[in-house]
Nanobody, 126 residues
């Protein structure tokens, strides 16, 4: 089992930047594909970014492509999401999640991810 804890959320003005972190404990972090998802009030949880288990493949949601960057540091058991050029529509709760399948590609559907953190809130003011 993997325990995930997100941090780094907060309030930021439009155009600003934030870096989210997700620290994992438990089973080997480096064996998992990892993803960031977000959920705004009244909306479904959506895929933001993902990185496969061996750090050779990344994927991004269309709405964040070119603005967000996902990365991982297996030595620190930590996943990151660097968010730049933030927009009010990026306001949401952000969740990291772990996918136990060691695939070459990144999966975008929530049901493929077995473990989830509790989320961190990001608010972007206009």
């Amino acid at each position: 089992q993997v325990q995930l804890v997100e941090s780094g959320g907060g309030l930021v003005q439009a155009g600003g930047s934030l870096r989210l972190s997700c620290t994992a404990s438990g089973r080997t972090f480096s064996s998992y594909g990892m993803g960031w998802f977000r959920q705004a009030p009244g909306k479904e949880r959506e895929f933001v970014a993902g990185i496969n288990w061996n750090d050779r493949s990344t994927a991004y949601g269309d709405s964040v492509k070119g603005r967000f960057t996902i990365s991982r540091d297996n030595a620190k058991n930590t996943l990151y999401l660097q968010m730049s050029s933030l927009k009010p529509e990026d306001t949401a709760d952000y969740y990291c999640a772990a996918d136990a399948n060691r695939l070459t590609t990144v999966r975008r559907i929530t049901t493929f991810y077995e473990y989830w953190g509790q989320g961190t809130q990001v608010t972007v003011s206009s």
